[in-house]
């Protein structure tokens, strides 16, 4: 009976183990910060195509999102590539998608400088935050291919790869404190993501994978109880 459980146990322990990796797969995480601002980016894959969200997460200043620049590791999309607004978000009319050649968008448009250059630059907005045409705190937009299917696992290179270690950045306007003046901006990098697992939310069961877990620990301490019992 020791034998059986201790090999009943190990089996769940590498299914949990499995499961939980599972669950990142599909989504990346990009963290930027800086003393006036902290945001960050969740790429995540939607069918052929890769959904940005873009978000500022700082509990003390914020500011309007101007623009998105990013990293690609096979240079040969850069033709094909195109960006929607997701509903909810306008995009400028700047998108810009050129190899290691994207800091500035071009007229008045949201720069990176001096961070980058990067692969791909996509303007969020029209500007004018605090009050003006728009002011984003949070923008998503839908990145796709005219012939290709892009893939969130392979679509960024290693920060490694590229000059200056950085993979992504994020552009910010009429940045300030919460409630107050906003008359800063910033310009924020971002090296490799992290894997990311967005909860279900309240209410709602967890994903298929999630209540696999559950059952398969409810399963162990069934045995657990039987073990004991007997």
């Given at each position: 009976?020791?034998f059986?459980?201790?090999?009943?146990?190990?089996?769940?322990i590498a299914?949990?183990?499995?499961?939980?990796?599972?669950?990142?797969?599909?989504?990346l995480?990009?963290?930027?910060?800086?003393?006036?601002?902290?945001?960050?980016?969740?790429?995540?894959?939607?069918?052929?195509?890769?959904?940005?969200?873009v978000?500022?997460?700082d509990?003390v200043?914020?500011?309007?999102l101007?623009g998105?620049?990013?990293?690609?590791?096979n240079?040969?999309?850069?033709?094909?590539?195109?960006?929607?607004?997701?509903?909810?978000?306008v995009?400028?009319?700047?998108?810009?998608?050129s190899?290691?050649?994207?800091?500035?968008m071009g007229?008045?448009?949201p720069?990176?400088?001096?961070l980058?250059?990067?692969?791909?630059g996509?303007?969020?907005?029209?500007?004018?935050g605090a009050g003006?045409?728009?002011?984003?705190?949070?923008?998503?937009?839908?990145?796709?291919?005219?012939?290709?299917?892009?893939?969130?696992?392979?679509?960024?290179?290693?920060?490694?790869?590229?000059?200056?270690g950085l993979?992504?950045?994020?552009?910010?306007?009429t940045?300030g404190?919460?409630?107050?003046?906003?008359?800063?901006?910033?310009?924020?990098g971002?090296?490799?993501?992290?894997?990311?697992?967005?909860?279900?939310?309240?209410?709602?069961?967890?994903?298929?994978?999630?209540?696999a877990i559950?059952?398969?620990?409810?399963t162990?301490?069934?045995?657990s109880?039987?073990?004991?019992m007997?």
């Amino acid at each position: 009976m020791n034998f059986a459980f201790h090999k009943a146990s190990k089996v769940l322990i590498a299914a949990f183990v499995l499961m939980a990796v599972s669950t990142a797969q599909g989504s990346l995480l990009f963290t930027f910060s800086d003393s006036t601002l902290a945001t960050e980016m969740v790429v995540e894959q939607a069918g052929d195509d890769l959904k940005f969200t873009v978000s500022i997460v700082d509990s003390v200043n914020t500011g309007d999102l101007r623009g998105v620049y990013f990293h690609v590791a096979n240079e040969s999309l850069l033709s094909g590539l195109s960006a929607t607004g997701s509903p909810g978000t306008v995009l400028g009319n700047a998108q810009t998608f050129s190899a290691n050649n994207v800091a500035n968008m071009g007229g008045g448009n949201p720069n990176i400088n001096p961070l980058g250059p990067f692969d791909v630059g996509v303007e969020i907005g029209l500007g004018n935050g605090a009050g003006g045409v728009d002011d984003y705190q949070t923008a998503m937009f839908v990145l796709s291919h005219a012939t290709a299917a892009l893939d969130v696992g392979t679509f960024f290179p290693s920060a490694s790869s590229v000059s200056g270690g950085l993979v992504a950045g994020v552009r910010a306007q009429t940045v300030g404190a919460i409630g107050g003046s906003r008359n800063g901006s910033s310009k924020l990098g971002a090296g490799d993501p992290t894997q990311y697992v967005s909860p279900p939310p309240p209410g709602e069961s967890p994903e298929p994978a999630t209540a696999a877990i559950w059952a398969m620990l409810a399963t162990g301490a069934c045995l657990s109880r039987r073990r004991i019992m007997r």
